[in-house]
């Protein structure tokens, strides 16, 4: 009896984190990490403040709290989408479409990377790499399953697996600097990296098809 109670309160307190977590990305996003206040995140959830430091023991915790939730939820998206897929081409267009309509559907996640990044760049470091160091990996694994079935073309596959990551970082990047809002004109088209699946896949799969 007691350890189904210890499961139900650390569902309880695993459910309240991550409705915290939910409602800090986009107050962070608009405010920048420095400007938010915990009290406003507390607003958001019609809670006191308090209840968030009993989960989280300061602002930075819960901003890298957030930052890593979105790292996750990038993961969960590839081992869903991706991930189960054998086809080294198909796979590849997977990737790019999984990894720009993720940014699409969470742009506040964009600036929050762009936060982390820029103030605290130890804790980017650490996550990123955690997170880099397994995407990397998976994308060398299938330029090596293309090259050996001879769909791909002989390559240096570490080589071209960083510039493959460093392509769609850099599009995001682009996507980031523009800074092209949901909220223009009524009639004014508003970009969106759904845009550019197609010419990052064709860019990418011409490189490396025979």
């Known amino acids: 009896m007691d350890a189904v109670k210890e499961?139900?309160?650390d569902d309880l307190v695993q459910r309240r984190k991550e409705q915290i977590l939910v409602a800090a990305m986009p107050i962070f996003a608009k405010y920048g990490f420095a400007r938010t206040k915990i009290d406003q995140i507390a607003d958001a959830l019609n809670i006191g403040k308090g209840t968030i430091?009993?989960?989280?023991?300061?602002?930075?915790?819960?901003?890298?709290?957030?930052?890593?939730?979105?790292?996750?939820?990038?993961?969960?998206h590839f081992a869903k989408n991706v991930h189960p897929i054998t086809d080294p081409p198909a796979?590849?267009?997977?990737?790019?479409k999984t990894y720009f309509e993720y940014f699409d559907n969470n742009r506040d996640?964009?600036?929050?990377?762009?936060?982390?990044?820029?103030?605290?760049?130890?804790?980017?470091?650490?996550?990123?790499?955690?997170?880099y160091s397994?995407?990397?990996?998976?994308?060398?694994?299938?330029?090596?399953?293309?090259?050996?079935?001879?769909?791909?073309?002989?390559?240096?596959?570490?080589?071209?697996?960083?510039?493959?990551s460093a392509t769609l970082q850099g599009v995001l990047q682009s996507f980031y600097v523009r800074k092209i809002e949901d909220g223009?004109?009524?009639?004014e088209k508003v970009e969106s990296l759904a845009d550019r699946i197609d010419a990052v896949t064709q860019l990418i799969l011409n490189g490396?098809?025979?």
């Open 134 to 164: 397994d995407y990397i990996v998976r994308i060398q694994d299938n330029l090596r399953n293309g090259v050996k079935s001879g769909v791909f073309r002989e390559m240096d596959v570490e080589k071209t697996a960083d510039t493959i």
């Open 184 to 187: 223009s004109e009524p009639n």
């Open 53 to 76: 430091y009993r989960y989280f023991k300061d602002k930075k915790a819960l901003f890298i709290a957030v930052f890593e939730q979105g790292c996750k939820q990038i993961h969960e």
């Open 109 to 131: 996640f964009i600036e929050i990377m762009m936060q982390v990044r820029s103030e605290f760049k130890e804790e980017h470091r650490r996550i990123f790499m955690q997170s």
């Open 7 to 9: 499961d139900k309160k």
């Open 208 to 210: 490396l098809t025979k």
């Open 91 to 96: 796979k590849i267009a997977a990737a790019v």
